[in-house]
Nanobody, 121 residues
């Protein structure tokens, strides 16, 4: 089992920044690819950013490229800049055992509880 706990969400004005953190405990964290998903009301959950176990591979959704940055050390982070009202959602951290395949299509087996991000216009 891997336990994940997100933090760093909140209310910010458009154009502002937030940094989300995801602390992991349980099985060896470094063996897992990590992703940040989000789900807005009435919309499907989407992967916004992911990072491989080594940190050498990353994925970004087109909607956040150039604005969001994912990184990891003993935790996983999502630096969100130039936030827009359409970034408003619950953001979830997720972990999937490492493999060499796509970060977008892999199975993520463990999930955090989520943290709310609200961007006001």
């Amino acid at each position: 089992q891997v336990q994940l706990l997100e933090s760093g969400g909140g209310l910010v004005q458009a154009g502002g920044s937030l940094r989300l953190s995801c602390a992991a405990s349980g099985r060896t964290f470094r063996n897992y690819d990590m992703g940040w998903f989000r789900q807005a009301p009435g919309k499907e959950r989407e992967l916004v950013a992911a990072i491989s176990w080594s940190g050498h591979r990353t994925y970004y959704a087109d909607s956040v490229k150039g604005r969001f940055t994912i990184s990891r050390d003993n935790a996983v982070y999502l630096q969100m800049n130039s936030l827009k009202p359409e970034d408003t959602a619950v953001y979830y951290c997720a972990a999937g055992f490492y493999d060499s395949g796509s970060l977008l299509s892999k199975n993520y087996d463990y999930w955090g509880q989520g943290t709310q991000v609200t961007v006001s216009s």
